[in-house]
């Protein structure tokens, strides 16, 4: 079993710049995979970026050039750097960890709240 606890969220101002940590605990050893999801109000939730434990990273088009995802191994934190946000960029966030292969589960956070106003 894994834990994740989000944090970071709150309300900024378009343009504007706010940094997620995503803080793990359990067994982690076994995660291939860690990312951030965002799912804002009558919408699916959807991909913003993932980093594998070899620190290969994938973005969504729509955030490349603006956010960063990390990690701090000592930490077991991952975290999501997002600058020059956007009012439609407005969602709960939600860190994910997965192991793949055979077997394979995924685990949720609760999720933070981003706020962007216009």
């Known amino acids: 079993q894994v834990h994740l606890v989000e944090s970071g969220g709150g309300l900024v101002q378009a343009g504007g710049s706010l940094r997620l940590s995503c803080a793990a605990s359990?067994?982690?050893?076994?995660?291939?995979?860690m990312g951030w999801y965002r799912q804002a109000p009558g919408k699916q939730r959807e991909l913003v970026a993932t980093?594998?434990?070899?620190?290969?990273?994938n973005y969504a088009d729509s955030v490349k050039g603006r956010f960063t995802i990390s990690r701090d191994n000592a930490k077991n934190t991952v975290y999501l750097q997002m600058n020059t946000l956007k009012p439609e960029e407005a969602a709960v966030y939600y860190c994910?960890?997965?192991?793949?292969?055979?077997?394979?589960?995924?685990?949720w956070g609760q999720g933070t709240q981003v706020t962007v106003s216009s």
């Open positions: 980093i594998t434990s070899s620190d290969s990273t």
């Open positions: 994910n960890a997965m192991r793949l292969g055979a077997g394979s589960v995924q685990f």
């Open positions: 359990g067994s982690i050893v076994s995660i291939n995979l």
